[in-house]
Nanobody, 115 residues
Framework: QVHLVESGGGLVQPGGSLRLSCAASGSISSMHAMGWYRQSPVKERELVAAIFSGGLTNIADSVKGRFTISRDNAKNIMYLQMNSLKPEDTAVYYC?????????WGQGTQVTVSS
């Protein structure tokens, strides 16, 4: 069983920064990719950023230049550094893990960008 736990969400003013963390635990046999998705009441769930087993990353155009995804392989933790936050970044952010056998989701962490 694999568990993903996100943390780091909260309320921030426009232009501010947050760093989200996703800690993975359990029987992780082989990771193919990890990613961050977000969902708001007015939008469908969308991919924000992904990082693959070889270290390559994919960043959505809407956050490119502002968000950075990274991973600490030794600790099985993935990060999303979010800078220059905008009100439209407000959403629940979900961690996603894809392995050879299955895929897993975290419970989500709320990010609210508001003055």
């Amino acid at each position: 069983q694999v568990h993903l736990v996100e943390s780091g969400g909260g309320l921030v003013q426009p232009g501010g920064s947050l760093r989200l963390s996703c800690a993975a635990s359990g029987s992780i046999s082989s990771m193919h990719a990890m990613g961050w998705y977000r969902q708001s009441p007015v939008k469908e769930r969308e991919l924000v950023a992904a990082i693959f087993s070889g270290g390559l990353t994919n960043i959505a155009d809407s956050v490119k230049g502002r968000f950075t995804i990274s991973r600490d392989n030794a600790k099985n933790i993935m990060y999303l550094q979010m800078n220059s936050l905008k009100p439209e970044d407000t959403a629940v952010y979900y961690c996603h893990l894809v392995t050879m056998e299955s895929d897993y989701w975290g419970q989500g962490t709320q990010v609210t960008v508001s003055s």
